[in-house]
Structure formats: structure tokens, C-alpha cells
């Protein structure tokens, strides 16, 4: 059963957390009573004029760079307690930044403080247990390279870029799979869907406790045993009842898989579907993919790129896959490699720079043929009639549901499970001038996607909230309240 938290709860401790910005910005006396808390502690204070700060104040997406009043970069839970309190006790606002990774202002503000927890990226492994501990502040290469040494893995997440090998002409970055320069804090606690999700579920199930700073300062442990509903309010929530300094996940064994790119042109999109509608049916927990939009340096249009997923061998993993490597892709990554080797090979032309939006969607298979092609139509009519946005991407991600959906929708604060996959779409471009328009645009090709192919029935909130950007959305259209 879940707990007896509301939605108004949700939206009210929302706003109790983060000091409305209404509030007022941070004075003189706020910032003598910061720096006397954190003199002879081991966090660092970046006002605008100091060294580094516009270094920091860097997100991923340009649209999210704002000007805060001072980053503090701690490092340990004691200082982020004497942030937390002056922020409270001196009605200063603030936000938290992990992996600095999301397309939204979250991690971001204007004039308040920034509670950066960059320094904290600890990792440890109990391979025994098979746990794994690590810091807030930590990134997913930190966790996946680290447990790689003893053999395991946990579900991470997904969506960005990859260099594929030369195409027409010149070498080809392009848009999807899983990065692991992603924060492991936002992921998971908006639920952290990844390519071990079809055998081991979300993220959030295999968290076994988080220890955070709540409003009030207090530093607790959140578990099944210790705050079970604070637990539950966490485990998809989002970052809206405190500062994670700490997670602690079940941790698998996890051996080399087959994973890799294969790149197609358009006309073998309605071969990509009928293989997509196969999988639907016949797909295990160890087999996953994603279908996915982009177009590449220097071609004349969009190309239809699979990420093949299998975990096992490769023998098997080319079985599964043959009608799609019988199409004769233009390029052809797949290949046997170390789980974290998956996360690892796509970080290329990732970084920062650029202005970003995500964006969701959820389909139910099998797939229309006529709906496919007309979705990649407008969506390729869009970033190829705008100057700069070729590095777009729309991606339906057809990773197993079952294991995901097994768990009862009211066991979490995650609205998102049910019988049908996620969608996303990662819109990049450069012109401020084109904010507002990208951003309509993303919310009507997702808001039809979702309306002529998605969930129909109550199951579950059918979009990922990772994927929103849209701040003022109200939470119980996102979690399960």
C-alpha cells in the first residue's frame, strides 16, 4: 500500500524545500552566516566574481544556465546540512546539482545557491552482498566501472549520442542508446529505466535506501525499514523531499553482452517495424532495442538507427537480430562487449553546449506501419527544415515491460509502469530565437504520438518523467499519488 502522501503534500513539500524564490534572493547577512558555517570544512564557496564559477554554472543545455547567487561544492552530508539551514533560516532559495545532465532548471537558479555535489562521487562495492553505495554526487561511470571490477551491474539509464563509422563521406555522430556521464541522483529517483530493466526492472527497484538532508536540515536513512513512506515518496518522485547524499542499490552479476548500432536508410523502415512488432511478441528479458530518428553529418536525410541489445552472447544475440542484420545496414556496430562498455561507447558529442529539450511519449505495440513513417515524416520535415537541429533524435525504446510492471503501481511514487514502452526525443538546436517554437513543437509530435498510439486505459502515467522539462507540470500527472 502506499503511503498517505497527496499530491497537494508532493507540490506543497515541493515548495517548502526549495524556499519559493518569492522569498527574496540572498543577502550579505545570508552569506556571512554561510561562509562562518562552512569556514574550516572542506566545501568550496563560488560567488560570480569568483574563479571557476562560470565553469560550474554550466549545464548541460544552454537553456539552463542561470546565474546563481554562489555555488557551494560540497563534500560530505554535514555540509550540505549548514546550506540547507542557512537557505531555510535566511528564506534564500536553492537547488541541488548532480550530473547536470537534465534539460530542464532544475539543478539551476537564478541569483540563490546551488548545492553542487560534484565532489561527492564516491563509489564502494560489498561484491559479497552485492551492494553497491555510492555518493550523490556520483556519475554512472563512476558505478558502472566500479562494479565491473567485481563482476556486477545495476540498471542505469538511457538516451544520447554515438560515433558510428564513416558514412557519406565524413564520420557520424548521432543521437541514441545510453551515456554514462549522467548523474545517477535524477536518474534514479525519477525512476532510472535502462537497458537491464527488461530482467531486473527500474532503477528505484533495486534501490535499497537513500540517507538525505531534509528541509528541516535533519540527515535520515530512508528504507523499507527506517521512513518507509518517506521511501516510497523518493523511489519516483523526483528530487522533491530532500538532498540524496547517499544510495545504496542491489547490485547483479553481469557478464559481456552483444549491444551495438546498426544505421539504415528510410526505405528499410517498414522491415525495422515488422521486426519491432516481432519483438514485441517474442522478445525475453535479456533482448531490447530502441528505434530511433537522427540525421547524421552531411546526409541528405534522416536515417533509421537500431540499437540492438542482448544480454548474452553473441552467437545468440546475432539469432535474435538476424532479420535486421540480413537488411544490410549501412553501418553495423554490433559486437560482444562489457556491459559498462555499452554506457561507455556512447558518450561521444555529448557534452556540454547547445540548447536541449526532452521530451515523452509511450506507444502499444504492434506498431502501424502508416504511423511510423508519418511520425517520421514530421519529424524529420521539422529538424531538416530548421537550420542547426540535425542532432535531434526520437527514439522508441522497445526494452522489455514485464519485469518493470510486475511491481504494483501504488508499491513506489513511479506512475510509470504498464503494458506498453516509452518513447523519448531529444531536441538540439541553437538559436535562442527558436525556443518557443522547438518547445511546441516537442509537446504536440509527444502529445500525438501518445494520443493516436499509446496507453488507452488507466495503467500507469504513460510518460517517463525524466524525459519532461515542463517545471509547473502538477505531480499527480507524473506520479502515483
Keep these: 500500500m502506499a503511503p498517505d502522501i497527496s499530491s497537494t503534500k508532493i507540490d506543497g513539500f515541493l515548495e517548502k524545500l526549495h524556499v519559493s524564490e518569492r522569498d527574496g534572493k540572498i543577502n550579505d547577512k545570508a552569506k556571512t552566516v554561510l561562509q562562518e558555517r562552512l569556514n574550516r570544512t572542506n566545501a568550496t564557496i563560488l560567488f560570480p566574481n569568483s574563479d571557476g564559477y562560470e565553469e560550474n554554472i554550466q549545464r548541460w543545455s544552454d537553456t539552463c544556465k542561470r546565474r546563481a547567487a554562489a555555488v557551494v561544492l560540497v563534500t560530505d552530508e554535514k555540509e550540505v ?5 542557512t537557505c531555510r533560516e535566511n528564506a534564500v532559495p536553492f537547488v541541488v546539482a548532480g550530473g547536470r545532465h537534465s534539460t530542464s532548471p532544475s539543478s539551476a537558479i537564478e541569483d540563490g545557491i546551488v548545492i553542487d555535489l560534484r565532489k561527492m562521487r564516491s563509489v564502494t ?21 566500479e562494479a565491473a571490477k567485481y563482476g556486477l551491474a545495476t540498471p542505469g539509464g538511457m538516451v544520447t549520442l554515438i560515433r558510428c563509422k564513416s558514412i557519406w563521406g565524413m564520420s557520424l555522430q548521432t543521437h541514441t542508446g545510453t551515456v554514462n556521464h549522467t548523474g545517477i541522483g535524477g536518474l534514479t529517483l525519477g525512476g532510472g529505466s535502462g537497458w537491464l530493466s527488461g530482467r531486473y526492472g527500474l532503477a528505484i527497484d533495486n534501490l535499497l535506501s537513500v540517507k538525505m538532508v ?7 536513512t530512508a528504507s523499507s525499514h527506517s521512513h518507509p513512506d518517506l521511501f516510497w515518496a523518493v523511489r519516483g518522485a523526483g528530487q522533491n523531499f530532500g538532498v540524496v547524499t547517499e544510495f545504496v542499490y542491489k547490485a547483479h552479476d553481469q557478464g559481456p553482452v552483444y549491444s551495438g548500432m546498426l544505421v539504415f536508410t528510410p526505405d528499410k523502415l517498414d522491415k525495422v517495424v515488422e521486426f519491432a512488432n516481432w519483438h514485441h511478441e517474442n522478445h525475453g528479458e535479456n533482448e531490447a532495442m530502441g528505434i530511433a ?3 547524421p553529418p552531411n546526409a541528405p536525410v534522416v536515417s533509421v538507427m537500431v540499437l540492438v541489445f542482448f544480454n548474452g552472447n553473441e552467437e545468440e544475440g546475432k539469432k535474435y537480430f538476424a532479420p535486421l542484420l540480413e537488411l544490410e545496414p549501412l553501418v553495423n556496430m554490433a559486437a560482444t562487449m562489457p ?3 555499452v554506457n561507455e561507447m556512447l558518450n561521444s558529442g555529448t557534452g556540454f553546449g547547445g540548447r536541449k529539450i526532452f ?5 502499444v505495440l504492434p506498431l502501424d506501419k502508416r504511423f511510423v513513417h508519418s511520425i517520421y515524416e514530421e519529424f524529420s520535415q521539422f529538424t531538416m ?15 522489455p515491460f514485464k519485469k518493470v510492471s510486475s511491481v504494483p503501481i501504488e508499491e513506489t511514487a513511479h506512475g510509470n509502469r504498464g503494458d506498453y514502452y516509452n518513447v ?11 525556443d518557443e517554437m522547438v518547445r511546441m513543437f516537442n509537446r504536440k509530435l509527444n502529445g500525438r504520438i501518445k494520443e493516436e498510439a499509446g496507453v488507452k486505459k488507466s495503467m500507469g502515467v504513460g510518460v517517463y518523467s525524466n524525459y519532461l522539462c515542463e517545471c509547473n507540470r502538477p505531480s499527480h500527472t507524473l506520479y502515483q499519488c
Design 81 to 85: 546540512q549548514a546550506v540547507v539551514n
Design 125 to 145: 562495492i560489498d561484491a559479497e552482498k552485492k551492494i553497491i553505495t555510492a555518493q550523490g554526487g556520483a556519475i554512472w561511470e563512476d558505478v558502472d566501472v
Design 214 to 220: 531534509l528541509a528541516d536540515g535533519s540527515y535520515v
Design 293 to 295: 530518428f537522427s540525421q
Design 339 to 341: 556491459y559498462e562498455k
Design 359 to 363: 521530451g515523452g511519449s509511450n506507444v
Design 385 to 399: 527544415g530548421n537550420e542547426r537541429m540535425s542532432q535531434s533524435l526520437l527514439m522508441f525504446e522497445l526494452v
Design 424 to 434: 523519448g526525443t531529444l531536441f538540439k538546436w541553437y538559436d535562442p530565437a527558436q
